[in-house]
């Protein structure tokens, strides 16, 4: 039987939200996003002609076709821990991987990724009872943090084949909220992921494509630069999160971007420091979006930057998009977003894949 264009909506719909469950289930801190490289590579590899890893670990994917080429690309990491030292007791103390404000660490339970399997852990601390007045109003920082496995020793805990730099994470798992909205950890940038690959599903580009699922993003775009170099793409879209103001504690005129009302294109980040996009890729964006019908915000950050940042200075240069799912509260493991905003991104980008001929001549 036929299906009708509406249920073809409804069937991407749930695609999107169980690679988005999937992804954010699975563990992958930078530099050790091996999980979260197959996952992808198991979605995108019928889809193009090559698949390889490159040596600081990218995933990258080639569907060869005419020019211009574009890169898309999304960074796979996400922020976690690494266990630092043991003390003999079996306590594990942690570096931290990425940016964690730590009180949001306090009291979380973690898996810790040893040899042998993951061990679930607790991020403890000092007793609330034993604290001075003064040491209440204060933020417990990371250091006076460890974690408990239940191991009375140092030998115990070596045994479970957790030694330095074992990975560690947030135990959360994903759910739903009301509507289209859905809660978990890492959608920074596993939303952007599921964009990217559903955008690549949906194209009917004829141009050289390159998908990259690029690693090491929140220590320093690391993945992207040396990608970027090795690919040396006409064009280049990177897929990320950013930070909506439609929830208490942030003003409107700090972010007027909202969840659910489509994908949000950066115009500048950390107030230009970041990127600019540049003008021949706005009209391609925009264009591309008035031309489809397809909703997008308008966002001019102030604070924060994507892989796009160090694409764009790649080589010569290389004109960049960025497109964002608006995502509340980013590096936390209690992050929200609106399944809706990656379906219209995805929308987006596989309608800027065909489009880009016409924009840019080369
Ligand atoms: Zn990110």
Redesign the pocket.
């Given at each position: 039987m036929l299906k009708s264009p509406n249920a073809k909506r409804v069937d991407s719909m749930s695609d999107i939200r169980s690679l988005l469950e999937k992804l954010s289930n699975a563990h992958g801190i930078s530099g050790r996003e091996g999980a979260i490289l197959e996952i992808v590579r198991g979605e995108i590899s019928s889809l193009v002609d090559e698949v390889r890893t490159d040596a600081l670990g990218n995933l990258i994917a080639i569907k060869h076709g005419e020019k211009p080429s574009i890169m898309i690309e999304a960074?796979a990491d996400e922020i976690g821990l690494m266990v630092k030292y043991v003390d003999e007791k079996g306590f594990i103390y942690f570096a931290k991987i990425g940016g964690w404000f730590d009180q949001t660490l306090l009291n979380q339970r973690v898996i810790v990724h040893g040899t042998s399997g993951p061990v679930v852990g607790v991020l403890g601390s000092k007793p609330i009872h034993f604290m001075k007045e003064e040491e209440r109003k204060k933020l417990i920082e990371y250091r006076d943090m460890f974690i408990d496995i239940g191991c009375q020793s140092d030998k115990e805990v070596a045994e479970l084949g957790i030694i330095e730099g074992t990975p560690i994470t947030m135990d959360r798992s994903f759910a739903s909220l009301n509507g289209d909205k859905v809660t978990g950890k890492a959608f920074?940038?596993r939303a952007g992921l599921v964009m990217m690959v559903e955008a690549l599903k949906r194209t009917k580009s004829n141009c050289t494509i390159y998908v990259v699922a690029t690693v090491q993003?929140e220590i320093g775009f690391k993945g992207a630069k040396v990608s970027a170099f090795g690919l040396n793409p006409d064009l280049a879209i990177a897929s990320?999160?950013t930070i909506p103001g439609d929830h208490p504690g942030i003003e409107k005129k700090d972010s007027h971007m909202l969840i659910g009302k489509g994908p949000v294109v950066t115009v500048a980040d950390a107030s230009g420091r970041g990127l600019i996009a540049s003008l021949p890729i706005m009209d391609w964006i925009n264009g591309t979006a008035k031309e489809f019908g397809i909703e997008i915000q308008l966002n001019v950050a102030e604070a924060g930057a994507?892989d796009g940042m160090v694409i764009q200075l790649t080589r010569a240069g290389i004109p960049t998009a960025v497109l964002s799912i608006a995502t509340r509260y980013i590096h936390s493991p209690v992050e929200v977003l609106s399944l809706s905003d990656i379906d219209s991104g995805a929308e987006l980008m596989a309608r800027a894949m065909e489009s880009a001929p016409k924009y840019f001549k080369i």
């Open positions: 960074h920074d940038n993003e990320d999160v994507t």
